[in-house]
């Protein structure tokens, strides 16, 4: 179904290394490549919601901060509406920001503390436009917080004196204000409370409803992801696992680890909670420094044979628009 | 059941239309605990006083800074004496000259040396600061390893040999002052721009495309002033007391202008002599501007960073 869309964003083979000094090291010493993202394609469609799971220090943040360039990239291409954003110049770059905007996890780190709140959500249009009057801007920041749940009269007021969940909705004006057509939400909700974090994630469906929004939702919060997503990613230390629709993701999970993953998800039903199985995985996440060779799950994998050590599994298309990484995928 | 909820329409109306309302910024908190601070709101007083002394004293003044009173000399110790009638307030000096006028002159040289030092320490230091910690890598490294090779030489023998190579003057002592003061701050600015440069807001302008030098005049800056005010503040006796020193020794400011520190010397050089108004007048002043300062300085750390009491 979302083939027939638009393609707005097409990340391809995306690596992000970060040199890594050991201690004690002389100038000259080459450093260790520590491997965060390794090699992870996918595409993103008009409308639709991506959601991005795995555990900590898989890469998610990374990856999203590699897309909009904030991150180098050691290789790969990052496509988005048929320019490369990698290899743009900074005139280009500087067009495609407007369109791309991002939302952060911490509400108040998120704002400076010594702006007020109209000076952070214009902050994008002084910059695109630096010819709109100020009062013309003062009008879009006004319209812009009604749309997100906001008092206009508090336009004056500053940071500190919100709360988390309006933090939060003042992070969201200042990416909507420059009517972006895709969002990176990096934990957005992870900060908050749990009404409060049903309360912005609806505020984020509607205005990606009525917005047209393209959305990438970084998230460890497996059944939030299922409630916003269209389609879900797995990362596993840099590497795709699995994408696919978000049901079917949740109904048939085929790679190993996703299945893992799903089965931990906590039913808030004592019940069924007492009689579920969870798969335990074994072990500690790897080094980055020094992945795996072939899988990268292998190590901790329940089902992996030799021949997982030899050849890493490339993503393929298992058909229902959904792909896997794995060589015994169920 | 419809009149509430006209009732409520009403009630949403109001609140979409009503007057804004005006934040408490973080500076308008900290000048609210700086106000509460007597010791700090003492000092400024204090300060303001001897600021107002020095402009509307000379209007007072009977004798220039550089008149000697020709009756007065060879008899200092009984006729040089504070006295209200010949119009030597403070007393003359060895020579005879008013003290008055050289106490009000001095002042306003240190005064204006201490804030000449601190805003250059300010300004260049701040800039500094900002640009090498927000830059980072390897133009960090460069400017940083320049201010250590800088803070390496004793500035106390640079300041000398600048004084002695181009002359005693005022100005070159200014200049001295303005060289050397910005290591420091430098420093301590570029370490807090360190831990601004990775919050989330400025990750959040990078998004926007904000300009890297606007990123750091909007946005770590305005986050650094706080603790750039209250190390400024500090600064300021330091310079006083650079100065002073200088003066003591004789290289500073040249005859017939003056600074405490040359009118200290001055006087402790006849102390033997009994003359104790020639130390005493300075000394006060001096004094009693370091502790205003230092007591401001203390009141600004408080009011500025309550997390750190």
């Known amino acids: 179904m979302s083939t027939q869309k638009e393609k707005l964003l097409a990340v391809e083979d995306l690596k992000v290394y970060f040199d890594i000094y050991p201690p004690n090291s002389m100038p000259w010493t080459k450093p260790q490549k520590l491997k965060a993202v390794d090699g992870v394609s996918f595409d993103l469609y008009a409308g639709e919601t991506l959601g991005i799971v795995g555990e900590s220090g898989c890469g998610k943040s990374t990856l999203a901060r590699a897309v909009i360039k904030m991150v180098p990239a050691e290789a790969g291409k990052v496509m988005w509406m048929g320019t490369d954003l ?7 770059m500087q067009k495609a920001r407007s369109d791309l905007q991002m939302i952060f996890q911490d509400p108040l780190a998120s704002l400076n503390p010594r702006m007020t709140i109209g000076d952070i959500i214009s902050e994008p249009l002084r910059t695109h436009y630096p010819k709109m009057s100020a009062s013309e801007r003062k009008e879009k920041v006004k319209e812009m917080m009604i749309k997100v749940g906001l008092l206009p009269n508090q336009i004056n007021r500053y940071p500190h004196e919100f709360s988390g969940g309006q933090c939060q909705r003042i992070g969201i004006a200042r990416a909507l204000i420059l009517k972006p057509k895709m969002i990176i939400c990096d934990e957005p909700v992870s900060a908050l409370d749990v009404s409060i974090q049903a309360q912005i994630i609806n505020l984020l469906m509607e205005l990606q409803e009525e917005m047209g929004l393209s959305l990438i939702f970084i998230a460890h919060d497996l059944s939030i992801v299922q409630h916003i997503s269209t389609r879900v ?3 596993y230390l840099g590497n795709v696992c699995e994408i696919t629709t978000s049901e079917q993701l949740y109904s048939h999970p085929r790679h190993p680890y996703t299945q893992a993953l799903i089965s931990a998800v906590p039913i808030p039903d004592p019940e069924i909670e007492k009689n579920k199985e969870v798969i335990l ?3 500690d996440l790897p080094s980055p420094m020094n992945p795996p060779s072939g899988c990268v799950f292998r190590t901790r994998c329940p089902k992996a044979q030799a021949k997982c050590a030899e050849l890493k599994p490339q993503l393929e298309d298992a058909g229902n628009n959904h792909q896997v990484a794995c060589f015994y995928a169920d | 059941m419809i009149v509430n909820q006209k009732k409520m ?8 239309n009503a007057e804004e309302v005006q934040g408490r910024s973080l500076w308008a908190d900290a000048a609210g605990r700086f106000m509460h601070n007597k010791a700090a709101v003492g000092g400024v007083i204090t300060l303001l006083l001897i600021v107002i002394f020095t402009l509307v004293g000379p209007a007072f003044a009977q004798w220039s800074n550089e008149e000697i009173d020709w009756t007065v000399i060879g008899q200092v110790k009984t006729l040089g004496a504070p006295s209200i009638e010949n119009g030597h307030y403070f007393g003359t000096d060895d020579l005879g000259r008013d003290l008055y006028s050289r106490v009000i002159q001095g002042t306003t040289i240190s005064l204006m040396v201490g804030i000449i030092g601190s805003l250059v320490a300010v300004i ?3 800039l500094y600061g900002a640009i090498a910690g927000y830059v980072g890598g390897r133009v960090d490294n460069v400017m940083m390893r320049l201010v250590d090779i800088f803070m390496s030489i004793p500035y106390m023998f640079v300041l000398i040999l600048l004084l002695v190579i181009f002359g005693r003057s005022i100005n070159m002592l200014f200049v001295g002052i303005g060289l050397v003061s910005w290591f420091d701050m430098s420093r301590i600015v570029r370490g807090q721009t360190l831990s601004i440069k990775n919050k989330e807001f400025i990750e959040a302008a990078i998004a926007a495309g904000v300009s890297n030098f606007t990123i750091i005049m909007r946005h770590i800056v305005p ?3 706080g603790i750039v005010i209250v190390y400024a503040s500090l600064l300021v ?5 650079t100065e002073s020193f200088i003066s003591f020794l004789g290289l500073g400011v040249q005859e017939p202008l003056t600074s405490w520190g040359a009118l200290i010397s001055e006087g402790a050089k006849t102390l033997q002599y ?19 300062m230092f007591f401001i300085g203390d009141g600004l750390r408080d009011a500025l960073d309550p997390k750190d009491r």
């Open chain 1, 86 to 92: 990698l290899s743009s110049t900074k005139k280009q």
């Open chain 2, 124 to 126: 260049v230091g701040t």
């Open chain 2, 9 to 16: 329409q009403d009630l949403a109306d109001n609140m979409l």
């Open chain 2, 237 to 241: 006796p330091g310079f006083i007391l």
């Open chain 1, 281 to 283: 995985i074994e072990g």
């Open chain 2, 223 to 225: 986050n650094l002033i």
């Open chain 1, 233 to 235: 990613m797995v990362l």
């Open chain 2, 274 to 292: 009994g003359t104790l108004w020639q130390i005493g007048f300075p000394l006060f002043f001096f004094v009693i501007t370091l502790f205003s």
